[in-house]
């Protein structure tokens, strides 16, 4: 990995620290993030891209994600943390992301030369669910997060980008502290 790390860009570095404040700062639930994550996403959709990856739904939720943490910055100036929809909600949810993330992988797989065509559509979908979660606040989010970056560690390190396997590791772990921390705000929130 030292030999890796060696020959990575100064935007793969950039990406990397920017991508992980971003995550600390979203799990403390600090509007700050969304400035740093706008950064990440768009050193790593360069790369996703551009820079060999072809993980071209991955490149396409970076693109979504730039969007969505510009919508952040204004909605975290209204909205508190919230325990958001219902356990059946949740169920429907994911089928419908499963039901879309086939049909996307399918269409990956069919019309482009993409990587792991079917990971990366029900990543990508998954992705857009959970961002839509985080940006309302909402602390199923990171539930939805630490499947996705798990998901996501693997398909970086098996496309030999281990600096980005090892970004969305700490992505995992910070998805978990953000589902105890969210959580916690929420408590505090119904006490207030």
């Known amino acids: ?16 620290i920017t991508g992980v404040i971003y995550v600390v700062l979203s799990a403390r639930n600090r509007i700050e993030c969304w400035y740093f994550g706008i950064i990440s996403c768009a050193c790593i959709a360069y790369h996703d891209f551009l ?3 072809q993980l071209y739904s991955d490149g396409i939720l ?5 969007i969505m943490g510009f919508i952040g910055l204004a909605r975290w100036r209204n ?11 949740h169920i429907l949810i994911i089928l419908i992301g499963i039901l879309v993330s ?5 269409l990956m797989s069919a019309f482009s030369n993409a990587a792991f065509p079917r990971v990366d559509a029900f990543t990508t979908v998954f992705s857009i669910i959970a961002t839509i979660f985080l ?3 909402q602390v199923s989010a990171w539930l939805y997060f630490v ?3 798990l998901v996501m560690t693997y398909l970086y390190y098996v496309r030999g980008w281990e600096l980005y396997a090892l970004l969305y590791m700490i992505f995992t772990a910070f998805a978990i502290y953000g589902s105890y921390n969210w959580l916690r ?8």
């Not at 909205?79 to 909600?89: E, G, I, R, S």
């Open 62 to 66: 970076q693109i979504f994600y730039i």
């Open 79 to 89: 909205v508190k943390v919230t325990f958001d929809a219902k356990f059946l909600t």
């Open 51 to 53: 820079g060999g990856l």
């Open 135 to 137: 940006v309302n606040r």
């Open 1 to 16: 990995m030292l030999e890796t790390l060696s020959g990575f860009s100064i935007i793969e570095w950039i990406g990397l």
């Open 102 to 106: 086939l049909i996307y992988g399918y």
């Open 185 to 192: 705000l929420f408590r505090q929130n119904l006490n207030n």
């Open 147 to 149: 499947i996705i970056d």
